[in-house]
T-cell receptor, first 112, second 113 residues
Framework: SQQGEEDPQALSIQEGENATMNCSYK?????LQWYRQNSGRGLVHLIL?????REKHSGRLRVTLDTSKKSSSLLITASRAADTASYFC????????????FGPGTSLSVIP | ETGVTQTPRHLVMGMTNKKSLKCEQH?????MYWYKQSAKKPLELMFV???????ENNSVPSRFSPECPNSSHLFLHLHTLQPEDSALYLC????????????FGPGTRLTVT
């Protein structure tokens, strides 16, 4: 089963609104990362939050991490049409060797 | 530009063909990865190399054969593929295998006819 699971699978909002995406994972992690992918392109790293951090900001992005609930959220504030993309969380598992598992992604559409 | 390049960007091949995908990273990273991304499926990790040594192989069929001649280059050799192997193949690199963000190439869109 996937380590990272995003929710919702798809999200459609108006430009200017905030978008929130959630991610759940199953085992202990070293960190959790969020990536963005424009259609048919490679993934771009957005933000990394370590297991001992609770919240992190980067520009219009805000990521939270709740290790007790094994969940994370990505908030994009004041969305723009250019934010339209798929967003993936990736859980860096604590195993005998470090391994990053990607979730299935949330497809975000921002309508101008 | 992420510093990771992939060629070709698009590839159409028959089931009896042999082809290779190439990935090059200009970031001085020690770890490189191959992923498969199929429509409506999560990203699947195929192979991981650390300092040119394979450290992960997720039960990938033998018709996919990776090669890492040095820490900057990664190849995926393909032979006798199936139509279900059609997908976007993504290469990525990171500073090391553990706990570092990955930098992805633009991918190779592979179609097997």
């Amino acid at each position: 089963s996937q380590q990272g699971e995003e929710d919702p699978q798809a999200l459609s909002i108006q430009e200017g609104e905030n978008a929130t995406m959630n991610c759940s994972y199953k085992t202990s992690i070293n960190n959790l990362q969020w990536y963005r992918q424009n259609s048919g392109r490679g993934l771009v790293h957005l933000i990394l939050i370590r297991s001992n951090e609770r919240e992190k900001h980067s520009g219009r992005l805000r990521v939270t991490l709740d290790t007790s609930k094994k969940s994370s959220s990505l908030l994009i504030t004041a969305s723009r049409a250019a934010d339209t993309a798929s967003y993936f969380c990736a859980a860096d598992m604590k195993t005998s060797y470090d391994k990053v598992i990607f979730g299935p992604g949330t497809s975000l559409s921002v309508i101008p | 530009e992420t510093g990771v390049t992939q060629t070709p960007r698009h590839l159409v091949m028959g089931m009896t063909n042999k082809k290779s995908l190439k990935c090059e990273q200009h970031l001085g990273h020690n770890a490189m990865y191959w992923y498969k991304q199929s429509a409506k499926k999560p990203l699947e990790l195929m192979f991981v190399y650390s300092l040119e040594e394979r450290v992960e192989n997720n039960s990938v069929p033998s018709r996919f054969s990776p090669e890492c001649p040095n820490s900057s280059h990664l190849f995926l050799h393909l032979h006798t593929l199936q139509p279900e192997d059609s997908a976007l193949y993504l290469c990525a690199s990171s500073q090391d295998v553990s706990s570092y963000e990955q930098y992805f190439g633009p991918g190779t869109r592979l179609t097997v006819t």
